[in-house]
């Protein structure tokens, strides 16, 4: 049975300084204190653990190992002091995050350049994923936040902050020209070769949930596991794309591709940066938080 650990911090300065007296001093107690410490230890573990000379103590056989034990707990002890305040002092740590390619790409990688330069030996891991298993991730503790695109199911145990419109359109190339700059009902979709993202995706439900409410429902002839991958498509004349605007947007400027245009609006979205309300995060994930955008916690 190991008794007070107390005895054994006393045991071990006193095993380190050869010294009641320097033993002492170390831990601000008094000689008597130390000495009875050891008495109680050494009467606990039915041996001797220190031979007493006039210039100090020695360690006896059953000292010498007990010693090279309690010395290696002491020394983890003090590394791990060290991580805990080098991590509160954010020179050690880790951030781990859920984001999604488009969510990165468009708006944390900057934040996170910035986060790299001020705080080098922070270690961030992404787990890249759609916002769906983002979502799962977080509710699992397995990061300490995500950045997803809307709409998702909202909880009271997520805490969810807007960061970015985004803006859902449908491109295409030359092989469409005939409806560049042409006024178009949803409807018409139904007639053309749809390329789509995968059904796990924010994306893909929004977009579906939008056009079943006016009245149209596509089966795509291409469905595809990235954005960047619908607009190569689209670039080589295989179909009609459904992507955010920034995926495309460079094709979009220099006349590669261009945007259909429909009788109705497709509303906004927002990426958002969300949080789990039932775990606090750690302070380098904190201050990863303040500098994507004074996200309070």
């Given at each position: 049975?190991?008794?007070n650990?107390?005895?054994?911090?006393v045991?071990?300065?006193t095993?380190?300084?050869g010294?009641?007296?320097?033993a002492?001093?170390?831990?601000?107690?008094?000689?008597?204190?130390?000495?009875?410490?050891?008495?109680?230890?050494?009467?606990?573990?039915g041996?001797?653990?220190?031979?007493?000379?006039?210039?100090?103590?020695?360690?006896?056989?059953?000292?010498?190992?007990?010693?090279?034990?309690?010395?290696?707990?002491?020394?983890?002890?003090?590394?791990?002091?060290?991580?805990?305040?080098k991590?509160?002092?954010?020179?050690?740590?880790?951030?781990?995050?859920?984001?999604?390619?488009?969510?990165?790409?468009?708006?944390?990688?900057?934040?996170?350049?910035?986060?790299?330069?001020?705080?080098?030996?922070?270690?961030?891991?992404?787990?890249?994923?759609?916002?769906?298993?983002?979502?799962?991730?977080?509710?699992?503790?397995?990061?300490?936040?995500?950045?997803?695109?809307?709409?998702?199911?909202?909880?009271?145990?997520?805490?969810?902050?807007?960061?970015?419109?985004?803006?859902?359109?449908?491109?295409?190339?030359?092989?469409?020209?005939?409806?560049?700059?042409?006024?178009?009902?949803?409807?018409?979709?139904?007639?053309?070769?749809?390329?789509?993202?995968?059904g796990?995706?924010s994306?893909?439900r929004?977009?579906?949930?939008?056009?079943?409410?006016?009245?149209?429902?596509?089966?795509?002839?291409?469905?595809?596991?990235?954005?960047?991958m619908?607009?190569?498509?689209?670039?080589?004349?295989?179909?009609?794309?459904?992507?955010?605007?920034?995926?495309?947007?460079?094709?979009?400027?220099?006349?590669?591709?261009?945007?259909?245009?429909f009788?109705?609006?497709?509303?906004?979205?927002?990426?958002c940066?969300?949080?789990?309300?039932?775990?606090?995060?750690?302070?380098?994930?904190?201050r990863?938080?303040?500098?994507?955008?004074?996200?309070?916690?």
């Amino acid at each position: 049975m190991i008794t007070n650990l107390e005895y054994f911090k006393v045991f071990y300065y006193t095993a380190k300084c050869g010294s009641v007296t320097k033993a002492a001093a170390e831990l601000a107690i008094s000689q008597p204190a130390v000495s009875q410490s050891l008495k109680q230890l050494e009467r606990s573990l039915g041996v001797s653990l220190f031979v007493r000379e006039a210039r100090g103590v020695r360690l006896t056989a059953e000292g010498e190992i007990l010693y090279s034990y309690v010395a290696k707990g002491y020394e983890q002890i003090r590394q791990g002091v060290e991580k805990v305040r080098k991590m509160q002092s954010l020179e050690l740590g880790e951030v781990h995050i859920g984001a999604s390619d488009m969510t990165l790409r468009f708006f944390l990688l900057p934040f996170l350049e910035r986060f790299h330069e001020e705080y080098p030996e922070i270690k961030v891991v992404v787990s890249n994923g759609p916002t769906p298993e983002t979502l799962a991730l977080l509710r699992e503790g397995r990061i300490d936040f995500g950045v997803v695109s809307a709409p998702f199911d909202e909880t009271a145990d997520i805490s969810v902050l807007p960061v970015r419109e985004i803006e859902d359109v449908f491109v295409a190339g030359r092989r469409f020209i005939s409806y560049k700059n042409k006024m178009l009902d949803f409807k018409e979709l139904e007639e053309m070769p749809m390329i789509f993202l995968e059904g796990s995706t924010s994306t893909r439900r929004y977009m579906d949930d939008y056009l079943a409410a006016n009245g149209v429902v596509l089966q795509p002839e291409f469905e595809l596991a990235t954005s960047d991958m619908i607009v190569q498509f689209a670039l080589r004349n295989l179909g009609v794309g459904c992507v955010v605007r920034d995926f495309a947007a460079e094709y979009l400027e220099d006349g590669t591709l261009f945007e259909l245009r429909f009788n109705k609006m497709i509303p906004r979205r927002s990426l958002c940066v969300v949080r789990s309300l039932r775990q606090k995060p750690s302070l380098a994930a904190a201050r990863l938080l303040e500098i994507v955008g004074g996200y309070g916690v």
